[in-house]
Every structure is written in structure tokens, then in C-alpha cells.
């Protein structure tokens, strides 16, 4: 160790060396001491030696490498203090110089020779990824008592029941998981995959089931219904399809027994996302499981109907038949299901429909077996078999049936059909019944006319509305006798397939029959269905009323909505006060509804102008409907006008809006403006020209992903999007 230096008697040290040097005799200076001896003191240039005394009592020693500063009574070549402090700074200086070169990591090389290879892992790539993006720190351990799974459990339900999946996941992932540490068990991933199958959210959900597994979880029933209605709910149909089908053919391998729940909620993913051949096949397995059918298993069977918009509403007659020859009793919901049927399907051939709809049971009826409820076997099956009906359905000759081709040549059954006809109009009485008054319609044609004969001085008018609907025929009454219906004709219309179920009074005497309590959803199909500006269209509001059934704006809107395809504008503005007097307000679908019959710039810049007035700022889907108007009358001064009109607003259009608009900007295939003049498309040029300096200024609206607010908002989400994106494209 080296001795200390004294750098300046000036400064802060300058007590200390006045003290340092009063502690010595005068003429003498310390000089550095040897290893192992003790420090001594040299005499002065011209003094004696001074004796030894022995040690000095209470004088401190004091040592130094080499003389730096100028001691009282000192020799005056001594190293003044401003040299010593130079050259102890030019020596610190070198020091940081040297230590500039050096960086951190590299200070071994110098020392040592030998160097350390490390394989790279993943941790270490992850880091470095970590230093490269900006990311959040990891959460700690959350300190205090812990939540038990079962908190977490009832949470996360109260969260999905209140429409806050992403919270839900969040508490999941973030303080169960991560922050508390919690063992998660096999309910608390159930309810979430439940969550996740009603929002759609199929990727997550499969997620949690394999997160699941890997920590030992044994899935339920319960967890399998959930997957299999993600799947059906997913937004691109092919995709959950694929992920049902694979997870059905996982059970299968396992020998895994499904419950009725489990297997209604695949035919839910068979009816949303493929066809009705393979809810037949579903339904095959169901019943050789030895299931019991109920009204839930022929409802998903007429959601597969809905699909097919031609034959739709034939196979869901099919398919009521077998389902009252089981004795089953529809509810609200297939009731409800019928009304779609014959609101969006058609009936197919008409030779076909007569030939399967309207022939005795015995000759077009599926075949009806003994089920497995005859084994005696002390098992569940045996529980379920003895509250089973006998009979067990026969599924696939119900399935040739549905499916079985036209056995009538077509000519002769249009011979027959003219043949009926003509009988029918040389009938005078025929004229006065209420059953050929109907078939006007299209939709049936009645025969039976020989006791109508003996009134043939009937006037129509003395037929109520009650009796007129009461004697037509309905398809959905088994006992209807088919000897009272010739044949069945095109049925074109929602309203004449109304009709062959009784229309509205008929309709609502089959629920009352079948104790099935109808509702809003109800009475809102039926306001769909029936023929506008007819007494069955003002009467909805008396039947609400007579069921007590409390109505909303939804049931209006369809009513306005009907009136405006009809271009009936005023009749359409006339259902308000009705709205009003209801204690209800309009919203944002009512004004779409009244822009549909806006066919002319006035009623369209009026309706802006009220909305304007109301407080109201008008959204994409009403600007939509008003381009639509303008587009089908080639009004360009219009289209600008409503352009305008959403700059000033500034709203955003959407990809079917530019579709509209590029549709409008184009020139028609053949036309030359030099060769001839076309008074529709004066104004396109000018339209043009300000359309294309609208898109520049005009910021268009991105579309949301499905899942974008499921996803968590601390990042467990990150790579969910990244996959997503290319299942989206390849639909």
C-alpha cells in the first residue's frame, strides 16, 4: 500500500497539513518507510541529528511518498503545491483515457486469453426480442391472501353475463393465473369456453381446452356443449365446420358418450355452418344412442331447412309432420321457426309439394320402428327409455322422403291442376266461397265444392274476416282432411305461405292448441308475413294487446319498413304517432326504414334536415339507404347532395358505400355521350368530378375485426390477431 501525499497546504486541507507539520520538530520531513520498520524522520540540510527520545507521546507519524508541498520552515526547493496538483490531475486524465476504450463485456480480453462459447435458448432470444420491442414488465406476485377458484369462478360468470368477455379473460389470465398464481380447475375454464362459444370466439376457446389438458383437467359434458356452439357461432361458417368436425372425431376415438345437450348443440353447428343431410346424420347417432327427441332437436332441424331458400319451407313442413307424429308439441320457438320458413324459403316444386304434403299419412309417412326402450339394461338408457315414447323415428326413411324425387310427370299434374280449375269456375256457388276467393293468391286450390252448392246465394261480403281465415286449410294441423285440398301452386309470396298455415287466425289457433304462448318475435314475423294494407295487418296491434304481449320499436320498424319498400312514404311517417303513443321513441332503424321510400332529393334532404333538428347525427346505414334510392333513379344532383352531407358530418363510409359509389361513377357498358344524348347522365361528369375529390378528403371506415374487443388489453391476445387475419382471408 503507498503512503499518502499531501497535495496543498491552501484549501480545505490546509488545516490538516498546518496540523501535519506542527506535529513534527522543525528542519525535519517525513520520508517513506520500509516494509516491516517503523517511519523515521530526516534531518534538515545543515542540522544536527536530533537524539532519540524515545517514542513521540501524543504526536501522530506521519508518512509520504515524496515531498509535495512546502513545509514551514521548509528548504525553498521543495515541489511547490500548484505543480503537484497538475501533475495529479494529468495522471487522472490518463487513467479515464484508458478506461474509454474499454466497454462492458470486453475488459476479460485484456486480462485473460481464454474465452466461453454459450449455446443460444429461447429464453435468451426472447430477451433479446423483449429489448428490441417495447413491452410491459412482467406482473409480480400479487401479496395477500389469495381468491379461491371458486371466486374466480362466479366473477368471471357475472362478467360474461353482463357482455364483458374481455374483462373476464383479463381476470383469468392476468391476476388468477399470473398476479395470485391460483390453480385454475376445471369449472373456471368452462365458463369461460361457454363465453367464448357465444361470442363466436373459436380460437380462444380452443385455447382454454388445450390449456386445459396440458394442466390435467378433465373436460365435461358441459365443456364440450360449449365448443361445439363456438363453433357454430364462429363468423366464418367453413372454419368452425372443420374444428366441430375434428373434435367430434376426437370423442369418437376416446369412446367419449355425449349427452343430449352435447349432441343439440352439434346439430346447432351441422344446421348453421353445413346442410340438412348432415343433421340427418347427427340424428341418426342420437337416436341410436338411444336419446329422447324433443322440440329442441326438430327446431335445429328446421334452422337446416331456413338455409336452403328454394325448398326451405317444403322440407320444414316435412319435418313438422314427422315431428306431431312423435307426439311432440311445438313450442314458441318452432313456431317461430315455421314464420321464418315462410318468410325467406320457397316451397320448390309444386308437384313435388303436392305429391309429399298433401297425400294420407299412410302413404307418404316415414316409417316408424320400436326403439332400444325394450333391452333390459340397468344403465341410464333404460332410465331414459322408460319416459321415451315406444316409437322411435325412423330416420332414414324420413330422409329418402325429404329428399326422394318428383314420381309425377309434370304435364300430367298441370293437366289435372287446369282440370280443377275450370271446374272450379263453372261453379257458381265457387265464386261466392271464401276458399276460391283465396285462390287468387297462387297459393292452393280447394276443392269440395258440393256444400257450397247448397248456398249459392251467398254474397261474399256477408263472410267475416274470422271465417274466411278459419276455413283455409293449414298445413300444420295433421287432421287436416287432405281430401279438402286439390293441389298446392307456387306459393310465391311470404303472404300465400302464410295462407297454407292458416294465416294469422289459423296460426294462432294452432298455438293456442299446442298451449305454445306467443311472443314478441312472435307477432313481429307475422307483421313480416301478411299482405299490406289488409285487415290481418291492422288487427296485429288488437291481438298484441289480446295476449298482452308488450310490443317494441322493433314491431314498428317492420311495419314502417313495409310501407317504404311499397314507396308509401306518407303511410310509412303515419305509424309514428302510433310509435309515440306507445311510450316509445324512434331510433336510428326507424329513420333508416323512412329513408328506404325517400325516392326523391326533397323527402331525402328533408329527412337529414329533421334528424339534424332532433339532435340526431345520421350513421352509415342511413346514408346507405338514401344512396340506394338515388343510385336506382340515376339522381346525381341527389348523390351529391348526400356526399355533402356526410362531409359536413363527417362520417365515414364503409366498403358497401363505395361500392355504391363506384357503381354510380361508372359509364354503362355501351354508352357514347358523342353519339347520342342520355338525359339520366347529364350530371355524371359532374358528379364524378366531386366524387373523386370527396374520397380524398373522406377517411374510410376500417372494418372491426369479430374478436378485436374480446381481446384482452394487456397483450395475452398478441399473436390471436396475427392468426386470425389469415383465416379471414382464406374464406
Known amino acids: 500500500m503507498r503512503s499518502m501525499r499531501l497535495l496543498s497546504p491552501q484549501g480545505p486541507l490546509a488545516p490538516l497539513c498546518r496540523w501535519a507539520s506542527s506535529g513534527l520538530p522543525p528542519g525535519c520531513r517525513a520520508v517513506p518507510e520500509q516494509p516491516g520498520e517503523a517511519p523515521r524522520l530526516l534531518r534538515a540540510p545543515g542540522r544536527e541529528p536530533l537524539p532519540h527520545r524515545g517514542p513521540l507521546v501524543g504526536r501522530r507519524p506521519f508518512g509520504s511518498s515524496q515531498a509535495c508541498c512546502k513545509l514551514p520552515g521548509g528548504d525553498p526547493r521543495e515541489i511547490d503545491a500548484g505543480s503537484c496538483a497538475e501533475a495529479v490531475r494529468k495522471e487522472e486524465e490518463e487513467e479515464e483515457e484508458e478506461d474509454e476504450g474499454v466497454e462492458f463485456g470486453t475488459l476479460s480480453d485484456r486480462f485473460s486469453s481464454r474465452k466461453y462459447y454459450h449455446k443460444t435458448t429461447s429464453r435468451f432470444q426472447n430477451l433479446k426480442l423483449q429489448e428490441e420491442g417495447e413491452e410491459e414488465p412482467e406482473s409480480r406476485p400479487r401479496r395477500g391472501p389469495k381468491n379461491t377458484p371458486y371466486w374466480y369462478f362466479l366473477q368471471c360468470k357475472a362478467l360474461i353475463k353482463s357482455d364483458k368477455l374481455a374483462e373476464a379473460l383479463e381476470l383469468f ?23 367464448c362459444g357465444r361470442a363466436g370466439y373459436v380460437k380462444k376457446a380452443f385455447r382454454l381446452y388445450n390449456d386445459m389438458k396440458k394442466r390435467g383437467l378433465t373436460p365435461t359434458e358441459a365443456t364440450y356443449t360449449a365448443l361445439f356452439n363456438a363453433c357454430a357461432e364462429s363468423p ?3 372454419s368452425g365446420l372443420q374444428s366441430a368436425l375434428k373434435l367430434r372425431q376426437q370423442l369418437k376415438s376416446r369412446n367419449e358418450e355425449l349427452n343430449l345437450i352435447t349432441y343439440h348443440a352439434l346439430l346447432k353447428v351441422c344446421a348453421l355452418c353445413s346442410d340438412l343431410r348432415m343433421c340427418f ?92 326402450g325394450k333391452l333390459k339394461v340397468k344403465s341410464e338408457r333404460k332410465r331414459r327409455s322408460e319416459r321415451a315414447a315406444a316409437l ?58 258440393d256444400k257450397m252448392k247448397q248456398k249459392p246465394k251467398q254474397e261474399p261480403a256477408q263472410l267475416s274476416q274470422k271465417q274466411h281465415f278459419c276455413n283455409l286449410p293449414n298445413l300444420l294441423d295433421s287432421r287436416m282432411p287432405n281430401r279438402a285440398v286439390v293441389s298446392l301452386s307456387t306459393a310465391a309470396t311470404p ?30 314475423l307475422l307483421a313480416e308475413l301478411v299482405e299490406p294494407q289488409s285487415p290481418s295487418e291492422s ?40 310509435l309515440v303513443q306507445r311510450g316509445l321513441s324512434p331510433n336510428l332503424q326507424t329513420f333508416c326504414n323512412l329513408a328506404i321510400a325517400c325516392n326523391q332529393e326533397k323527402d331525402g334532404l328533408q329527412l337529414l334536415s329533421d334528424l339534424k333538428r332532433s339532435g340526431v347525427t345520421p350513421n352509415k346505414f342511413i346514408y346507405s339507404t338514401l344512396i340506394a334510392a338515388a343510385v336506382r333513379h340515376l339522381d346525381y344532383s341527389y348523390l351529391t347532395e348526400i356526399l355533402r352531407d356526410m362531409r359536413n358530418n363527417q362520417v365515414p363510409p364503409n366498403e358497401v358505400i363505395i361500392r355504391q359509389l363506384e357503381f354510380a361513377a361508372q359509364y354503362p357498358p355501351k354508352f357514347d355521350r358523342y353519339k347520342s344524348k342520355n338525359p339520366y347522365l347529364e350530371k ?16 374510410a371506415e376500417e372494418t372491426p375485426h369479430p374478436w378485436a374487443k ?16 389469415p383465416q379471414q382471408k382464406s374464406q
Not at 329428399?403 to 261453379?427: G, Y
Not at 266461397?433 to 276443392?447: E, F, I, K, W, Y
Not at 297454407?500 to 298455438?511: A, I, T
Open 684 to 699: 355524371i361528369d359532374g358528379f364524378r368530378g366531386y366524387y373523386y375529390r370527396w374520397l380524398k378528403v373522406m377517411a
Open 281 to 372: 346424420d347427427v340424428l341418426k347417432e342420437i337416436v341410436h344412442k338411444g336419446h329422447v327427441l324433443t322440440a329442441e332437436t326438430f327446431s335445429f332441424l328446421l334452422m337446416s331447412c331456413i338455409k336452403d331458400s328454394e325448398n326451405g319451407f317444403r322440407y320444414a313442413l316435412q319435418v313438422w309432420k314427422e315431428m306431431t307424429k312423435l307426439g311432440i308439441k311445438a313450442n314458441s320457438h318452432t313456431y317461430n321457426l315455421m314464420l321464418r320458413a315462410a318468410r325467406d324459403c320457397g316451397i320448390g316444386d309444386p308437384a313435388l309439394a303436392s305429391e309429399l304434403l298433401l297425400q294420407p299419412p299412410h302413404e307418404n309417412s316415414a316409417q316408424l320402428r320400436l326403439g332400444p
Open 236 to 238: 366464418w361458417k367453413d
Open 495 to 524: 303472404a300465400d305461405r302464410l295462407a297454407l298455415m292458416g294465416g294469422v287466425e289459423g296460426f294462432m289457433s294452432k298455438m293456442k292448441e299446442d298451449k305454445a304462448e306467443p311472443d314478441i318475435k312472435t307477432f313481429t
Open 539 to 578: 288487427s296485429l296491434l288488437a291481438l298484441l294487446d289480446e295476449h298482452k304481449v308488450k310490443v317494441d320499436v322493433t314491431f314498428f320498424n317492420t311495419l314502417i319498413r313495409k310501407k317504404s319498400k311499397q314507396g308509401d312514404l306518407e303511410g310509412a311517417k303515419s305509424m309514428l304517432p302510433a
Open 173 to 195: 389470465d392476468v391476476q388468477m393465473l399470473k398476479e395470485e398464481r391460483v390453480q385454475p380447475e376445471e369449472s373456471n375454464y368452462t365458463v369461460l369456453i361457454g363465453g
Open 392 to 449: 322411435q323415428l325412423d330416420v332414414e326413411a324420413m330422409e329418402k322422403q325429404i329428399f326422394q324425387e318428383r314420381s309425377v310427370q309434370p304435364e300430367e299434374l298441370i293437366q289435372e291442376q287446369n282440370k280443377d280449375v275450370n271446374q272450379a269456375e263453372r261453379e257458381p256457388a265457387a265464386l261466392s266461397s271464401p276458399s276460391v276467393a283465396h285462390s287468387r293468391t297462387g297459393a292452393l286450390l280447394r276443392g269440395g265444392q
Open 710 to 725: 374480446y381481446r384482452t388489453a394487456k397483450g395475452a391476445e398478441g399473436d390471436s390477431q396475427e392468426e386470425a387475419v
